[in-house]
């Protein structure tokens, strides 16, 4: 049985205050989750006072993005060594707005992966096919280049601490989610790579979130696929009492 997981990307939002002052009203909102794992993935500048604050709940901490290197030249970057000092322990990676507004690459992706792998971060990698490429008929070929790209490499125990996130880039911060039967073919679609590629033991353990405008109202038709194994939710992660009422899905 796969654990299900839900995960709030804050993206760029909430000062350190704001954050904490999150987390302090969320705690005992789901104290009494324990049907799924939760995570939220504060902007860097919140990463250390979120983990401080969330110690000893069930709460997780997970970076947005990690660089490849453990130190060096790189301005405006953070390394997984920060980010486990810091107190995270997950890294989302390869966000389709990182894709996007920072040109980054399949292979950056892979890189990404590996650094956080080997330094012992839990990743949750983000794949997902713009509007224009489901329109023109390429969603799954698009999803079959970002897994044999960004996962090239991998050795079957690496794979197997991966969580992947579907992320339909038409379905983000629109209001548009795609329908539970839309996520669940292309998360079938990827278990079906998962198996492809690294057999059939990882990927019926292998969990895919699904990503793109849930919230409170949808979350329990794309919980009730069994191919959807958790969410990766924006703006709803942004209140309290809203991501706890996802938590609450059941
Ligand atoms: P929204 O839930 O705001 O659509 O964002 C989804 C997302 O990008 C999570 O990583």
């Known amino acids: 049985?796969?654990?299900?997981?839900?995960?709030?990307?804050?993206?760029?939002?909430?000062?350190?205050?704001?954050?904490?002052?999150?987390?302090?009203?969320?705690?005992?909102?789901?104290?009494?989750?324990?049907?799924?794992?939760?995570?939220?993935?504060?902007?860097?500048?919140?990463?250390?006072?979120?983990?401080?604050?969330?110690?000893?709940?069930?709460?997780?901490?997970?970076?947005?993005?990690?660089?490849?290197?453990?130190?060096g030249a790189h301005t405006g970057d953070v390394s997984p060594r920060m980010i486990l000092d810091a107190g995270a322990t997950l890294a989302i990676i390869g966000h389709s707005e990182r894709r996007h507004d920072h040109n980054e690459t399949d292979e950056q992706v892979n890189r990404k992966l590996r650094a956080a792998?080997?330094?012992?971060?839990?990743?949750?990698?983000?794949?997902?096919?713009?509007?224009?490429?489901?329109?023109?008929?390429?969603?799954a070929a698009v999803l079959e280049r970002q897994f044999t790209n960004g996962f090239r490499g991998l050795t079957s125990p690496d794979f197997s601490r991966i969580i992947i996130a579907y992320e339909p880039v038409w379905a983000i911060g629109t209001g548009r989610t795609a329908t539970p039967e839309m996520a669940a073919e292309s998360h079938a679609k990827l278990?079906?790579?998962?198996?492809?590629?690294?057999?059939?033991?990882?990927?019926?353990?292998?969990?895919?979130?699904?990503?793109?405008?849930?919230?409170?109202?949808?979350?329990?038709?794309?919980?009730?696929?069994?191919?959807?194994?958790?969410?990766?939710?924006?703006?709803?992660?942004?209140?309290?009492e809203s991501f706890a009422a996802i938590v609450h899905y059941r």
Not at 209 to 217: C, F, H
Not at 228 to 235: E, F, M, Q, R, T
């Open 1 to 71: 049985m796969r654990r299900p997981l839900i995960a709030g990307n804050w993206k760029m939002y909430k000062t350190i205050g704001e954050a904490m002052d999150f987390v302090a009203r969320l705690k005992p909102l789901v104290a009494d989750a324990s049907h799924c794992e939760l995570v939220v993935a504060p902007p860097f500048t919140a990463l250390a006072a979120v983990a401080a604050t969330a110690r000893g709940s069930n709460v997780r901490v997970s970076a947005q993005d990690v660089h490849w290197d453990a130190e």
């Open 117 to 139: 792998l080997a330094a012992g971060l839990e990743p949750i990698v983000c794949v997902g096919e713009t509007f224009e490429e489901r329109e023109t008929g390429r969603a």
């Open 191 to 240: 278990r079906s790579l998962a198996r492809e590629g690294f057999g059939s033991e990882n990927a019926e353990g292998l969990r895919i979130l699904y990503g793109g405008s849930v919230k409170p109202e949808n979350i329990r038709g794309l919980m009730a696929q069994p191919e959807i194994d958790g969410a990766l939710v924006g703006g709803a992660s942004l209140m309290a």
